[in-house]
């Protein structure tokens, strides 16, 4: 550990600033990193070039851990903490280890929820820049997505205002296609060398977009909970400040842009990914997309320091990668595809330990028939965090609202509450085994669980077909609080993988969320609402059809009904709509209304924060 | 210079791509920076550390260049080029020089501008970073200005659903004050050590802060050029969603938080500029501060990294400072004063070269009256820009048009049209000497500019009381196009400063601005209008008028008429409202309606920026 440890526990900020780390530039030497892989950020904080993987890629891989949970109180379980900690741990029994996790938003860092670098003896560190602006990835997606949502209206405002010929002339002023045209001359069957050879009809359809305003699904975002800007009329005032019209604003993070960001293997890679984006349709309802309006380069440009992963460190002074976080509802929730792809190479011989977003109907569903398909990665092993509090819940407990005490339920000893919850972890851990990747149970330990509570849930866990269930207590003991579970972890990934996906892409999208719905989710089938039933033959037009399936679903509920807890039955899934981000690369059928936006409570955590000018460190952030 | 010369001239990206860059490093050991005194961005770009000023503030300071220009067409007249131009001149004359420039706004980098990092080979690089997000300190001053403007929007609404009582309870849960709040308790003449002290009309008082939503002068912030947000109604949707009230967004660096950036001297003058911040007034009509809202802690967390100025070099590998970049028209238009008062003792003994925002009624007498008040720097020598083809607009030649090609009377010599636009110069360069300040003419030469013309210019640049003019061919040549300019400047700092102010702060808003009107702009006199006559007696009566004044002026005409050319005559200025800019320190009288957020032509220029896919590197960025 890089920092002493003290009992009681300091605050989260007080550990991180405590302690004494390791210039990265060591850390990166290392991993066989040189000056010439890394661009530094201050000096414990770099990016580390993409084009190394091409000459570490024969390297045999790492094993590959993701740690999950099950279904979660609105307060969280504890899973990043599980996470480093793990990582941690892994390190004290002298095993090699990277850990690879999501960046959070700067929203609810400033909101309710507060920081996400873990906490306590099992933080990544400088706790301050993971939790701020790090290395302004976030910020890069979000002038991405707003220049494309900039060029959107600009586009309609313009072709409302030009001739054919002028749009034509004022497109291509000298008579000549640029490069990113040739891609909308093929979609449209159009042959020509020049503008000028174009017909007055190809000429039309090639230059005029014909946005419909009324399908722009393309929200603007900004990375800050901002609930007045969730929905917005823009374009008011004169003829020359655009259209109006009726849209909105999301985090940041829930952009479509993230979770390319997330999903590319390759700068490649993005830039056709953001080619494809679809911002909407024209009035015949074709889609058009961000390729269309020639601003893909662009978006590529803004995006091309953020593909490449940061690495920072844990409190245990091993490698850490920190990139990418795209929404686990209405995106796929889980860090980014190259900085795995890295990681599994330069830790070879050791573990990668990586976090998906949510509980194992969520994240880690889409962790595998997402990310892990993009990736081409195979995992090993699942760490699947449980708490105790969470367990009462899921028997029936008192509701656990954030920002109101705790109730006195959860700070006793009840083990009848925790008997009947055992179902939902028994029911997660099912749903992990189905992939064919076996599950070690990591119980993240309050100081208010008993013994008597640890048994029962070690007893469950080994019954429902975990390997095993092991109490964590890396948030008060750091890498030695971890040292059990890294060991279960070890001989967990020992074993032969048996992974396979729930699904093969070629099936119909019906049948897809089906399987999801009754197979993971364990409702009796699904309830396609009409306009999902029309996106289904639309998507399958269009050909989207052999996209996976990202279903935005509460994370409250193995159910779409976030107050069913335990394990909902005898119900159908009910799918109101369904959406596709084609340049993410999946469909995402809406289970509910998913809130893409969130707002600041009465008393944001951002009056906490400061400044101290004594010493310029940060106070008050956790 | 870092980079051979070839003629003819490459592209601008061409020539910056093909220098061979000095790692930052090196420069900073130059300067006697340690490695701990540096944050590294890469290896070409570092942040300086402010507490290095501690260390070398006993050196003499060097002497202090300001380059400025003539009345401009909307093309500009290469001031940015002649900028670092005279910087590399200098050190091909073998001086010390250091360059302290403006980050540009993303936006107009993809809009109409295109980039900003000075062209052909007198450029700052690398030119990518230069123009994209360099470090992030403009994404930094858009997330704390949309933090507090999500905070007033939030308080607003969480003021309408709770009462007094619960209001405190959510404000101050434990009955305590946070730190922050003795100062309003101060301002309010409230004593109390805790919350439950209160009296009933105490606690009202001091926790409703009952904002008048149609108060609010804050804006959202993006930076984009996005028309379609200048005007928008937020808080649409339901009773979730916040209040619906019509506001709007600003592109970024118009955010008073980015004039505040470019001003603050140290950490604790930009904690307390942020807490002084007025986002509006309370039904009473009180100001409300970003302190008041207790957010002005968490705003300067998002901004204590982006205080540190972000150090790069010229194409002859000179030290450059990129630091902040508010906007000429509604803020100062000058590039932050921490870099300067770091620069200036750096290169001690050698020559500090900044830029102020348009011409030298615009940026220039900003830069004296409000930067230089701030800093306490005392300029040695102005640099004035002028080219053939602005002076021949101002004798009368045809509209310049952005976009649209030159008229052919700017690409022949016209000597008539040029005598005509000669008043233009004179009296840019009686506004500098009003200052007390050496002035030297730069002639910014064209390819079509003829020897006679130059010669004119000469001429009337000496009778009007500069030292000379000299023409600038540092985008052809590089450091020796500059030289002869470099050496006049040498000459010019040698002269004994009689630097004076324009007017002293303790005057009357109102005696101000009419100094400025008469003596800067040649006006007559100044119109009030009523709401700016209202303003002159609320700002005095709240305790602002001690401010400096900033004028709000278009920057293409020395009146507030941009298309009266020369210079105008017989008219009065007419002020239509004073706006207030507390935390960053000054009264922003308008004349005539600012646009503050720019929109994207029927061809933005992001059309022809891409990724080379083979080699990585940027293309078509200008």
Redesign the interface.
């Known amino acids: 550990m890089i920092v002493d440890i003290k009992s009681p526990v300091p605050s989260d900020i007080e550990i991180a600033q405590a302690a004494n780390l390791r210039p990265i530039r060591e850390i990166a030497a290392e991993l066989g990193l040189s000056e010439d892989d890394i661009?530094?950020?201050?000096?414990y904080k770099a990016?580390v070039h993409l084009d190394v993987l091409e000459r570490i890629k024969d390297r045999p891989n790492a094993k590959y851990v993701d740690v999950t949970a099950i279904t979660p109180t609105p307060l969280g379980e504890g899973k990043t903490v599980t996470t480093i900690g793990v990582s941690q741990g892994l390190h004290y029994i002298g095993k090699k280890v990277f850990t690879c996790i999501r960046q959070p938003s700067?929203g609810p860092t400033?909101g309710i929820k507060g920081g996400a670098a873990g906490g306590g003896y099992s933080q990544i560190v400088p706790m301050?820049d993971f939790n701020?602006?790090l290395?302004?990835d976030i910020?890069?997606v979000?002038?991405a997505n707003?220049?494309l949502?900039?060029?959107v209206?600009?586009r309609i405002?313009?072709e409302n205002e030009?001739s054919d010929e002028k749009?034509a002339k004022?497109?291509c002023?000298d008579d000549r296609f640029?490069?990113?045209m040739y891609a909308r001359l093929k979609k449209l069957g159009i042959s020509a060398s020049k503008p000028s050879e174009l017909s007055a009809e190809d000429r039309r359809r090639f230059f005029r977009l014909d946005i419909d305003p009324y399908s722009i699904t393309l929200n603007?975002v900004?990375?800050?909970?901002?609930?007045?800007?969730?929905?917005?009329?823009?374009?008011?005032?004169t003829k020359?400040?655009?259209?109006p019209r009726?849209t909105g604003f999301d985090i940041t993070v829930a952009s479509e842009v993230m979770a390319i960001l997330a999903l590319a293997s390759s700068?490649?890679d993005l830039?056709e990914r953001i080619g494809r984006m679809v911002i909407g349709t024209d009035r015949n309802k074709n889609p058009v997309t961000a390729e269309d309006l020639?601003?893909?380069?662009?978006m590529?440009?803004?995006l091309?320091?953020a593909l490449m992963p940061n690495l920072m460190q844990t409190l245990a002074g091993t490698p850490a990668f920190v990139h990418a976080g795209p929404f686990a509802n209405i995106a796929h929730g889980n860090s980014s595809v190259v900085a795995d792809m890295l990681a599994i190479k330069l830790i070879s011989g050791g573990y990668l330990v990586t976090e998906s977003g949510f509980g194992a109907d969520c994240g880690m569903e889409k962790f595998f028939d997402i990310k892990c398909r993009t990736s081409g990665l195979i995992p090993n092993c699942v760490v699947m965090v449980c708490s105790i509090r969470a367990l009462k819940m899921h028997g029936g407990g008192p509701k656990v609202v954030p920002g109101i005490p705790l109730n006195p339920a959860y700070k006793q000893e009840n083990l009848e509450l925790l008997e009947k919850g055992l179902c939902n972890l028994e029911a997660n851990i099912k749903i992990a085994l189905r992939f064919g990747i076996p599950v070690v149970v990591a119980i993240n330990r309050f100081v208010t669980d008993t013994d008597a509570e640890i048994a029962i849930v070690k007893k469950a866990a080994e019954a429902a077909g975990a390997e095993g269930a092991f109490v964590s207590e890396v948030w008060a003991k750091g890498e030695a609080g971890g040292a059990e579970l890294a060991e279960a972890v070890v001989a967990a990934c020992e074993k032969p993988s048996k992974f396979q996906f729930l699904y093969p892409l070629d099936l119909p999208i019906r049948d897809k969320i089906e399987i999801i719905a009754t197979q993971i989710y364990g409702a009796d089938g699904v309830d396609f609402e009409p306009a999902a039933q029309a996106k289904l033959k639309l998507y399958t037009d269009l050909g989207y059809d052999k996209l996976p399936i990202n279903m935005a679903k509460t994370h409250l509920s193995l159910s779409h009904d976030p107050t069913w807890k335990g394990v909902p039955k005898n119900y159908r899934l009910p799918v109101r709509d369904i959406r596709a981000s084609v340049g993410a690369g999946f469909l995402y059928p809406l289970c509910g209304t998913m809130r893409t936006m969130p707002?600041?409570?009465?008393?944001?955590v951002?009056?906490?924060?400061?400044?101290d000018?004594e010493t310029?460190k940060?106070v008050?952030?956790s």
């Open positions: 661009d530094l950020y201050g000096k990016k700067q400033f301050e701020l602006h290395t302004g910020h890069a979000g002038a707003n220049l949502a900039a060029a209206d600009a405002m313009h030009l749009l004022a497109l002023p640029a490069p990113w603007r900004i990375d800050v909970n901002d609930r007045a800007i969730r929905n917005v009329i823009i374009g008011l005032g020359d400040d655009g259209r009726q700068l490649k830039r020639g601003v893909a380069g662009a590529t440009v803004l091309k320091d707002g600041l409570p009465s008393r944001p951002f009056m906490d924060i400061d400044i000018l310029g940060v008050g952030l």
